[in-house]
T-cell receptor, first 115, second 110 residues
Framework: DTAVSQTPKYLVTQMGNDKSIKCEQN?????MYWYKQDSKKFLKIMFS???????INETVPNRFSPKSPDKAHLNLHINSLELGDSAVYFC??????????????FGAGTRLSVL | DAKTTQPPSMDCAEGRAANLPCNHS???????VYWYRQIHSQGPQYIIH???NNETNEMASLIITEDRKSSTLILPHATLRDTAVYYC???????????FGAGTTVTVRA
């Protein structure tokens, strides 16, 4: 069983479209994240939710809207897609109550290509 | 802003130990050292973490200097499947996000 699963794995779309990426974790964790890895391979945090509440919101255009219907899911909706949104998006989860460390488990990524 | 410095790349021979250095001279007392790796086309994978003591698990060993200004990740017997980008990250326990730098691209050669 995949611990953190993202769908779709690949997403090709036109500029201006609206798209969503879904993420689910079956680890029972209470915190989930979205990271973006650009063409230069740098990984940057975008959002984080803890118990369905937004706790991290980095400098991300408001075209990006995360939605957490429950602790096991964190979806990413992107409006009016732009060429610069092309990247690989990774979902991750962790258990915040682990006093030793916040080990994050990552999904396999969603490669978004905006044409 | 990455608080660590790593060599951009290194090669190692299959079956030999791989020693990956990391400098974190501005580390604070409440910051842990984490190592993650990213194999090509996969998501990052946790390897190990530590505060000040040396740590070992089934994947690797982490050696942290006494002044905590640097550390070394040791892969005891590198295999071809260990070829990946390795990230050294420092982070306070109460900071949820991971701040990735450029990492070290490790190539294990047969």
């Amino acid at each position: 069983d995949t611990a953190v699963s993202q769908t779709p794995k690949y997403l090709v779309t036109q500029m201006g479209n609206d798209k969503s990426i879904k993420c689910e974790q079956n680890l029972g964790h209470d915190t989930m994240y979205w990271y973006k890895q650009d063409s230069k391979k740098f990984l940057k945090i975008m959002f984080s939710y803890n118990n369905k509440e937004l706790i991290i919101n980095e400098t991300v255009p408001n075209r990006f809207s995360p939605k957490s219907p429950d602790k096991a899911h964190l979806n990413l909706h992107i409006n009016s897609l732009e060429l610069g949104d092309s990247a690989v998006y990774f979902c991750a989860s962790s258990q915040v109550r682990d006093r030793v460390a916040h080990i994050q488990y990552f999904g396999a990524g969603t490669r978004l290509s905006v044409l | 802003d990455a608080k660590t410095t790593q060599p951009p790349s290194m090669d190692c021979a299959e079956g030999r130990a791989a020693n990956l250095p990391c400098n974190h001279s501005t580390i604070s007392g409440n910051e842990y050292v984490y190592w993650y790796r990213q194999i090509h086309s996969q998501g990052p994978q946790y390897i190990i973490h530590g505060l000040k003591n040396n740590e070992t698990n089934e994947m690797a060993s982490l050696i942290i200097t006494e002044d905590r200004k640097s550390s070394t990740l040791i892969l005891p017997h590198a295999t071809l499947r260990d070829t990946a980008v390795y990230y050294c990250i420092v982070r306070p326990l109460n900071d949820y996000k991971l701040s990735f730098g450029a990492g070290t691209t490790v190539t294990v050669r047969a």
